[in-house]
C-alpha cells in the first residue's frame, strides 16, 4: 500500500516501519528492518 498522505515521511523511521502496526514492540520493527537490508544505515 502506498498512500498519498505525505507526512508519513516526516516521522520518524521507527514511526513509518510501525506505520501497518502502530503498536509494534521495538523488536518488531528491527526485525523487517534487518530482512530488508537497511538497518545498519538506518
Do not use: C, W
Request: charged letters at 25%; aromatic letters at 10%; zero cysteines.
Amino acid at each position: 500500500m502506498v498512500p498519498q498522505d505525505t507526512s508519513l515521511f516526516h516521522r520518524t523511521l521507527m514511526e513509518n516501519i510501525r506505520y501497518g502496526k502502530v503498536d509494534a514492540s521495538y523488536d518488531e520493527v528491527i526485525e523487517p528492518a534487518e530482512l530488508a537490508h537497511v538497518h545498519e544505515f538506518i
